[in-house]
């Protein structure tokens, strides 16, 4: 047993529970937060799927994002805090500051917290979104330099909240006192340990037909897994301080070319992914009547070149497949009876 003690918030978390079970195989002792305490019979359950123990040794911390109770209690005695948790709904709510108070607030109370409990380094859990929107470049590749522009009227509410959250804990942390490593993910997928989440709504859509073709967008992906991984790797590398650290499995794909590694990769439970491409146009008259549309029109036929050069040359990362981590998530997809026959 190591004698550190981290705390990773957000533990009901699909990344959030990968990254216990990663410290957990580490050796970590391991702190989560959830908002209600009963939640941590969710949290014992998808460790159990992702292969614990009945009694790791986790222990459960009441907190909440929006609120100041229960974080000095949190990071009481923590080496290193993962900070995982942010509201990522799978529709944007009609008032953005519904994300970003949470995201931002949260992410300041997290870090106050942290630098007075004498935290060493804390890493938070940014996102894509903080990255690659709002910019009017053409075949520009990602990278940790880029940063998307909160202000762009094409930017929607998760992309600024998580650009704003971010913006604020490297202001926090210019006082000194405290660590701070980022990791900005692209769409996490990778097997199940609980319910699907937002990032893999998609694949469940495409394996069970719910489309009727594909709108030209493009996405990047990474094996949850893999990011956790990397969470560690910025948790304790040296030169992971102040930095950021995109993570991504590759380059970004399109539609077609991930419902084509369905299709081959999944047998017959891939046979009905839809192979279709649905013009631009059909896209943008859909959005006008169809709200849970509009927010793909701004990057409809947009194709996001990623490197992912940083993590592997800093940290030494070295992650699964695109092809990999999608084929995964759909065999646990049919491992948990959620693709209609």
């Not at 529970?17 to 050796?27: E, F, V």
């Not at 939640?39 to 992702?50: T, W």
């Not at 991504?248 to 070319?257: F, M």
């Amino acid at each position: 047993m190591n004698d550190d003690t981290v705390l990773v918030t957000g533990g009901t978390g699909f990344l959030g529970a990968y990254c216990i079970l990663r410290l957990l195989q580490t050796g970590y002792r391991v702190r989560t937060t959830v908002r209600d305490l009963r939640r941590s019979a969710d949290v014992r359950e998808m460790l159990r799927n992702g292969g614990a123990s009945d009694d790791a040794a986790v222990e459960f911390v009441p907190a909440d994002l929006t609120r100041d109770e229960g974080w000095s209690a949190a990071v009481a005695g923590c080496t290193y805090v993962l900070h995982v948790a942010s509201p990522f709904p799978a529709r944007a709510p009609r008032d953005e500051n519904e994300l970003i108070i949470p995201a931002r607030d949260g992410t300041l109370r997290v870090l106050r917290a942290a630098r007075d409990a004498g935290v060493r380094r804390v890493v938070l859990t940014s996102s894509f979104a903080a990255i690659g929107y709002g910019h009017a470049r053409v075949d520009h590749v990602f990278t940790e330099l880029d940063w998307t522009d909160p202000d762009n009227p094409g930017v929607e509410p998760y992309q600024r909240s998580k650009t704003l959250a971010e913006r604020a804990a490297w202001d926090f942390v210019q006082g000194g006192g405290l660590e701070l490593a980022v990791v900005n993910p692209v769409g996490i997928v990778g097997p199940l340990l609980g319910n699907p989440t937002t990032s893999i709504l998609l694949i469940l859509s495409l394996l069970n037909n719910e489309l009727p073709a594909l709108p030209r967008l493009s996405y990047g992906l990474v094996d949850v897994r893999d990011v956790a991984d990397l969470h560690l790797r910025a948790m304790t590398d040296p030169a992971a301080r102040g930095e950021r650290f995109l993570a991504t499995a590759g380059d970004s794909l399109w539609a077609a070319e991930i419902a084509r590694i369905l299709r081959d990769g999944l047998g017959d439970a891939g046979k009905r992914v839809p192979t279709r491409t649905l013009p631009n146009v059909a896209v943008r008259a859909l959005a006008l009547v169809n709200s849970s549309v509009r927010p793909m029109v701004h990057d409809l036929g947009v194709f996001k070149p990623l490197s992912n050069d940083k993590s592997r040359r800093v940290l030494g990362w070295q992650p699964r497949s695109a092809e990999d981590a999608l084929i995964a998530t759909g065999e646990s997809l049919l491992r948990r009876g959620l693709i209609k026959h």
